[in-house]
Structure formats: structure tokens, C-alpha cells
């Protein structure tokens, strides 16, 4: 096989404890995932889940014990940062029932959805689609995945993130409206799941902006943190 030009190389997570590494093929993400953060964002109550996409090159691997780098992005002058928890995809499926669904985890990692919200809700307010304020290069650093029979009690686990320091995002993984098994049955009944795909599965209340020099720090319960500087 020969190509007009190189093909794009494979983006991919460090795994804990292994030297192979994830391929990542979609990154999926779920919208307003916590009560907490619809309500911020100006929703109420239980909606059924919706999804929007990040090209698999937007992920920025953050190994462990290493601050990643990522540059403040053009035409926004809000960058939000959205600490989540990310679901790692390790085999095919559609239709997938929520009591079958832990069996198609390869694993867990911790991950942001930088989000240019300004052009976001614009988009809203035009009923546009979200891409612009979503679907950008470097939004989406994800740390390395915790392969799932190696991590803690993932349903109660805490998820936090701090912006130089201080607090700004902190709640328990238990508060997601759709819960993991529930995400995956909705979402493979719209797409067929492949091994390498990533689900960001919402984020808790908290977002806000960050601007250049800012450190943030995430983490859940027992998976690796990351570290990333707003260059
Ligand atoms: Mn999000």
C-alpha cells in the first residue's frame, strides 16, 4: 500500500504499568453529565444523554510525573477547562445493554475537555454545531489509562481539578446523571464502539476560564493524575 502522502501518525495514551501504548480512534463526549453543572449552565433535571465528538488527534497524552504543554488557542477569549473522568473502549459493540457494558472497558484515565465557550455559545445560540468551541487541537489532554481490573472502586472514586493550586472542580464520580454502563448503552446504540475509542464522559460543576501561565492539575481516585501548563 502506498499513499499520495504520509499518513497521519496514531495518536496514542501511555497504559499504566505496560509499555504498549492505547490507540485512540473517536473520542466521544457526553454533554451536562452532572445536575450540578447543568444547572451552571443554565439547564435543569434528567435529559437523555446527548454526545458530541473530538477528533482522536485533539488528545494531548500527559504522562505521569510530567506537566504537558498546551497552547491557549486562537479566536476565544474564554477557555474553560472540564475535568472528567474518560472511559477507554477495548472491544467492539453495538446495542450494548448497560448490564452487559463493563465488559467492553479496557481501562480509565483522567481527562479535560477544553472547551472555547464563548464560541460555544454562540453556536448554541445560533443552533449550530458545537466543533469550533469543542473539536480543536490540544482539547483534550487525557492522562495514561488505568487498565479497568487494576482500578479502585471507579463508581465513588473523587474527582477534583485545581487551577494553580486552588480549587475550582470537585465531586464524586457516583453524581453522573448516566452512569458509565448507562452511557455506553445509550451511545452504542447511535455508533458501533471500536477498541480505541475514548468516552469523555461529562464534566462536574466548577468551569471556568484559565488564561496563559495557568498549571491545572486532575484527578480521580486511584488513576493517574495529570499535569498541564497553558503555554
Ligand atoms: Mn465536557
Redesign the pocket.
Known amino acids: 500500500m502506498s499513499y499520495v502522502f504520509n499518513p497521519p501518525a496514531v495518536t496514542s495514551l501511555p497504559v499504566v504499568g505496560r509499555g504498549e501504548r492505547f490507540p485512540i480512534h473517536r473520542i466521544y463526549?457526553v454533554g451536562r453529565n452532572y445536575e450540578d453543572h447543568a444547572k451552571e449552565m443554565g439547564f435543569t433535571g434528567r435529559e437523555p444523554p446527548f454526545f458530541f465528538m473530538k477528533p482522536a488527534d485533539a488528545a494531548v497524552p500527559v504522562d505521569a510525573d510530567s506537566t504537558a504543554q498546551i497552547a491557549y488557542p486562537t479566536l476565544t477569549q474564554n477557555l474553560h477547562h472540564?475535568i472528567?473522568l474518560v472511559v477507554a473502549i477495548g472491544k467492539a459493540g453495538k446495542n450494548i445493554k448497560a448490564a452487559d457494558a463493563l465488559q467492553y472497558i479496557y481501562g480509565y484515565a483522567v481527562g479535560l475537555?477544553m472547551t472555547r465557550r464563548d464560541l460555544q455559545n454562540e453556536m448554541k445560540k445560533q443552533g449550530r454545531p458545537w466543533c469550533i468551541g469543542k473539536a480543536f487541537e490540544q482539547s483534550a489532554p487525557i492522562g495514561a489509562i488505568t487498565p479497568a481490573d487494576q482500578a479502585c472502586d471507579i463508581v465513588n472514586a473523587e474527582i477534583s481539578l485545581q487551577v494553580n493550586g486552588a480549587d475550582h472542580q470537585r465531586s464524586h464520580i457516583n453524581k453522573l446523571i448516566w452512569n458509565i454502563a448507562e452511557t455506553i448503552e445509550h451511545l452504542s446504540a447511535a455508533w458501533e464502539l471500536q477498541p480505541g475509542d475514548l468516552i469523555?464522559t461529562?464534566?462536574p460543576e466548577g468551569v471556568a476560564a484559565v488564561v496563559k501561565g495557568d498549571v491545572l492539575e486532575g484527578a480521580v481516585t486511584g488513576l493517574s493524575p495529570i499535569k498541564v501548563h497553558i503555554a
Open positions: 463526549c472540564e472528567e475537555d469523555m461529562g464534566t
